[in-house]
């Protein structure tokens, strides 16, 4: 379950970063709420993930999900470049974090 947990506490992370640059563009009480909420679910859900895994562990992973997330959102949603060496670092972090479920 602690793994769940940490997914999705990765996930809000990453909605997070994308609420950052809503609240850039729109300062509105929504923009602001969302970012707000984001940041609070993935700290909750990140603390819920520490009950079990070890704190290096899943703050790696928890950062890794967000950066490679927030990276991927940029190239979707806000025409950031789509190199093939930014696509291959990307798929490093991540697979460094898939790497640290296995061997913890």
Do not use: C, D
């Not at 993935?42 to 928890?62: Q, R």
């Not at 990276?71 to 974090?97: C, N, S």
Request: overall charge positive.
């Amino acid at each position: 379950m602690a793994w769940i947990f940490l997914i999705i506490a990765g996930l809000f992370e990453m909605t997070g970063v994308a609420m950052i640059s809503q609240v850039h563009k729109n300062r509105n009480w929504k923009s602001i709420s969302g970012l707000f909420i984001s940041f609070t679910a993935s700290f909750l859900f990140l603390a819920l993930a520490m009950e079990t895994l070890p704190m290096g562990t899943a703050y790696a992973v928890w950062t890794g999900i967000g950066a490679s997330g927030g990276a991927i959102l940029g190239m979707i949603l806000y025409g950031e470049p789509k190199t093939w060496l930014r696509i291959l670092f990307i798929a490093m972090v991540l697979g460094a974090a898939v790497g640290l479920k296995f061997i913890s």
